[in-house]
């Protein structure tokens, strides 16, 4: 953490105009959650990434607390951008896998951009990734000739392939058109 660059925030800790119909219509509970999706939203439009210790501080509130808070609305389908999440680190799917997730879920790259807070660059970057990943699992390497070939990590690399495999059943179309575009854009390289 001490090795992490640092940067000032401006950040609404109350909002007496939303705040106080949050707190009667969802609670206590539910405030708390109003505020985390506020407060990473604003960090992240400042430059900044909040890490769980960060939010919990500021909240007044446990880092489990967070922690729990944000499973819970990341399984509704919120994405909460955070230290951690961005930087891929802990025990969770990262953020890529969770990107394209989206992706082959049928959103739109503006979609996208607005629920994650990356750009649409960034988004076709990890499907052209992915699409690499996949072109040299379906070739038979193992994941260790992958991770020499590219640079990814085990961990991506896995979530790919499971992420492929999962779309792959089910006949996904923009998994198909991935795989088509990259099978030709190969081909047209090799000639």
């Given amino acids: 953490m001490d ?3 640092k940067v000032s925030v401006k950040l609404t800790l109350h909002d007496p105009d939303e705040d ?3 707190h009667r219509k969802s609670g206590l509970m539910g405030l708390r959650r109003h505020k985390l999706l506020r407060i990473t939203k604003e960090a992240i439009e400042q430059g900044a990434l909040l890490s769980y210790e960060d939010i919990a501080f500021i909240l007044t509130s446990s880092t489990a607390t967070i922690k729990r808070d944000m499973a819970t609305m990341r399984r509704a389908g919120l994405t909460i951008p955070t230290r951690g999440w961005r930087h891929d680190m802990g025990r969770g799917t990262t953020h890529k896998t969770q990107i394209l997730e989206l992706y082959l879920g ?3 790259f503006s979609e996208i951009e ?8 960034a988004v076709k970057r990890y499907i052209q990734d992915f699409s690499r990943i996949i072109l040299l699992h379906l ?8 991770r020499i070939s590219t640079g990814f990590s085990n961990r991506l690399i896995g979530e790919y392939i499971h992420l492929y495999q999962h779309h ?5 179309p923009r998994l198909l058109a991935i795989m088509e575009s ?3 854009n190969q081909m047209e390289k090799a000639s």
């Fill in 139 to 146: 070739k038979e390497f193992s994941v260790d000739q992958i």
């Fill in 168 to 172: 792959e059943k089910e006949r996904n």
């Fill in 20 to 22: 106080v119909e949050v």
């Fill in 3 to 5: 090795l992490c660059r």
């Fill in 106 to 108: 049928g959103y739109q």
């Fill in 182 to 184: 990259s099978k030709k």
């Fill in 114 to 121: 607005k629920r994650t807070h990356h750009s649409e660059t």
